[in-house]
Nanobody, 128 residues
Framework: QVQLVESGGGSVQAGESLRLSCAVF????????VGWFRQAPGKEREGVAA????????YYADSVKGRFTISQDNAKNTVYLQMNSLKPEDTAMYYC?????????????????????WGQGTQVTVSS
């Protein structure tokens, strides 16, 4: 059973930073794709960032490029999302997701919410 344990959410003011953590258990970490997604009230869940190929490759949504950074610590089987220069528009429930990094995920799009394993979500609130 794959388990994702998230932490790091909270409330901050615009312009501040936050780092989310996602500890991944139950599968071979280096052979999986891991993504961060978010969902604001009344909106569709959207992909934010993804990391794959053993951490060698990353992908970001246009809305967060230059502000967010996804990284991983292989020793801890943990993926991070460093969020800088936060904006009120970043307010959402953030989810960590994982799946074997196969063709299906690449075809669907790395930032599409088609991952099979999800964390519980952590709330990020950015006030102006």
């Amino acid at each position: 059973q794959v388990q994702l344990v998230e932490s790091g959410g909270g409330s901050v003011q615009a312009g501040e930073s936050l780092r989310l953590s996602c500890a991944v258990f139950g599968y071979i970490y280096s052979y999986n794709c891991v993504g961060w997604f978010r969902q604001a009230p009344g909106k569709e869940r959207e992909g934010v960032a993804a990391i794959y190929a053993g951490g060698d490759s990353t992908y970001y949504a246009d809305s967060v490029k230059g502000r967010f950074t996804i990284s991983q610590d292989n020793a801890k089987n943990t993926v991070y999302l460093q969020m800088n220069s936060l904006k009120p528009e970043d307010t959402a429930m953030y989810y960590c997701a994982a799946d074997p990094c196969g063709t299906h995920l690449m075809l669907a799009g790395l930032l599409r919410p088609v991952y099979n394993y999800w964390g519980q979500g952590t709330q990020v609130t950015v006030s102006s």
